[in-house]
């Protein structure tokens, strides 16, 4: 008998439910399966209460319960950036134009939103904000219809980045130590953003020294030897790094603490050989709990 993970049925759930609907420009972040049901589920639950009860709807949408779902919740806006409803902590901007609250870049994700003509299409947007259970400023990805001159939105944060972009940072990195290794090296240690991407970051071990000059994240690792980096598990992480790039391999899975989430999570880190140095950037996934 064939069996399905919990994110195989979240995804086959997420395509059944979009069916129903006609999409737009909406994405799923991979790993994200279950939570972009989730809140597709409840945007969708928001609108039909709207349709069948207007504005009085408002007051279920901005209480604790039926219209939340763990860290997801409905928010509401009209079209001129109105705040009308919320459940979560956006719920203090009731009533008030949410626009000089924003920086430019945000300004500028709302405008094309509220632009958006009303439909039963479901948009997707993802900008950067302040999760209010651990006050980081994180990637959230939000799914949102407009509605009788309304925009209903319901969203979560990612903050795991997918494969794909970890290994973008690692050709960006690999590339400017190629044409600038001690400049590139000093823009890691003073977390330059070019090298340092919500979750990603980018480390640097000279292999000629056996010694790390360069971390995006954790500035107590520069200038160890490299060998002796281990992990909580006492596991020497660096030396498993430097074997496999001798072996010709391309990355190494181990169980490091993810910057974001602050949790100790399974981090497989892509690594390149550039001359002298071992460049690498890791990216995290969730441990699955141990079968019973």
């Known amino acids: 008998m064939k069996l399905f993970t919990p994110a195989l049925l979240a995804a086959m759930a997420l395509l059944s439910l979009l069916s129903t609907t006609s999409m737009a420009d909406t994405s799923v972040a991979p790993g994200y399966e279950e939570?972009?049901?989730?809140?597709?589920?409840?945007?969708?639950?928001?609108?039909?209460?709207?349709?069948?009860?207007g504005n009085t709807a408002f007051a279920k949408f901005s209480r604790q319960g039926e219209f939340t779902d763990g860290d997801l919740y409905v928010y509401v806006m009209d079209r001129e950036g109105h705040m009308l409803a919320a459940g979560g902590p956006s719920a203090a901007l009731i009533g008030r134009d949410i626009s000089p609250l924003l920086d430019d870049e945000l300004k500028q994700h709302l405008a094309t939103a509220l632009q958006q003509p009303d439909s039963e299409q479901i948009?997707?947007?993802?900008?950067?904000?302040?999760?209010?259970?651990?006050?980081?400023?994180?990637?959230?990805?939000?799914?949102?219809?407009?509605?009788?001159?309304?925009?209903?939105?319901?969203?979560?944060?990612?903050?795991?980045?997918?494969?794909?972009?970890?290994?973008?940072?690692?050709?960006?990195?690999?590339?400017?130590?190629?044409?600038d290794a001690k400049g590139t090296i000093e823009r890691v240690n003073r977390l330059d953003p070019e090298f340092n991407r919500d979750d990603l970051y980018v480390f640097v071990a000279d292999l000629d020294s056996q010694t790390m000059v360069a971390h995006g994240y954790n500035r107590r690792l520069i200038g160890i030897h490299f060998p002796d980096m281990k992990n909580q598990d006492g596991i020497r992480v660096g030396q498993k790094l430097i074997d496999a790039a001798e072996a010709g391999e391309n990355s190494v899975t181990y169980e490091w603490p993810n910057p974001v989430t602050g949790k100790t999570e399974e981090k497989e880190t892509l690594i390149r050989k550039v001359g002298d140095y071992l460049v690498a950037v890791g990216y995290y996934q969730e441990i699955e709990p141990a079968a019973e």
């Open 123 to 179: 948009h997707s947007d993802e900008y950067r904000w302040k999760n209010w259970r651990d006050g980081k400023v994180e990637r959230k990805r939000v799914y949102y219809q407009l509605y009788d001159d309304k925009s209903f939105a319901v969203g979560y944060f990612v903050n795991r980045s997918s494969p794909a972009a970890a290994e973008q940072l690692l050709d960006d990195a690999a590339q400017a130590v190629q044409t």
């Open 35 to 53: 939570e972009a049901a989730r809140a597709s589920a409840l945007l969708h639950k928001a609108v039909d209460l709207y349709k069948e009860e």
